[in-house]
T-cell receptor, first 112, second 114 residues
């Protein structure tokens, strides 16, 4: 069975500081991995995805994520956070991009 | 290009009432999904469809029904609303197999059952 764990429920970061969100997955085969962002009252928007190839993936809004098979992890990073990055972030795993399993989410608060 | 459109955005139901959550996409995607989102639980898959006339259960299908008569529409039906169905519901669509494809989400329907 596939599953995702996001260990951090809530992270507070200062504007301009770096951000790292953790994601650990369980999946029997080569996973398809995704990070989505949800702003308040909005649907989910895809930040980036990993299917194969280079394990460091670049996404939109300056985000990147690194796939580490040995650690079953797919952590999301941003070097310098902007106030507009305050949102909820979801990691997901699945075969291709249907029947995804989502983590419980990490809420990011950005302080001035 | 509207993407995935969900209606209504908000709804309050009484216990035992029924309703249909509407979802339409204009991207000609074959796959469509219904998720529910509860605080601290992430998104759980209710039902999905891989094409018109084909639907299947996800993780949490009890209390819900779906149909897919066209490629564009994927309504979710609640027959006898219960407080446990208070949640935010998201519809999504995708076309797995195409390079660079992703799941597109609607803006959600916030449902409260009282």
């Amino acid at each position: 069975a596939q599953s995702v764990t996001q260990p951090d429920i809530h992270i507070t970061v200062s504007e301009g500081a770096s951000l790292e969100l953790r994601c650990n997955y369980s999946y029997g085969a080569t996973p398809y991995l995704f990070w989505y962002v949800q702003s308040p009252g909005q649907g989910l928007q895809l930040l980036l995805k990993y299917f194969s190839g280079d394990t460091l993936v670049q996404g939109i809004k300056g985000f990147e994520a690194e796939f580490k098979r040995s650690q079953s992890s797919f952590n999301l990073r941003k070097p310098s956070v902007h106030w507009s990055d305050a949102a909820e972030y979801f990691c997901a795993v699945g075969p291709r991009d249907y029947k995804l399993s989502f983590g419980a989410g990490t809420t990011v608060t950005v302080r001035a | 290009n509207a993407g995935v459109t969900q209606t209504p955005k908000f709804r309050i139901l009484k216990i035992g009432q029924s309703m249909t959550l509407q979802c339409a996409q204009d991207m000609n995607h074959n796959y469509m999904y219904w998720y529910r989102q509860d605080p601290g639980m992430g998104l759980k898959l209710i039902y999905y469809s891989v094409g018109a006339g084909i639907t299947d259960k996800g993780e949490v299908p009890n209390g819900y029904n779906v149909s897919r008569s066209t490629t564009e529409d994927f309504p979710l039906r609640l027959e006898l609303a219960a407080p446990s169905q208070t949640s935010v519901y998201f519809c999504a669509s995708s076309n797995p197999g195409q390079a660079g494809t992703e799941a597109f989400f609607g803006q959600g329907t916030r449902l409260t059952v009282v």
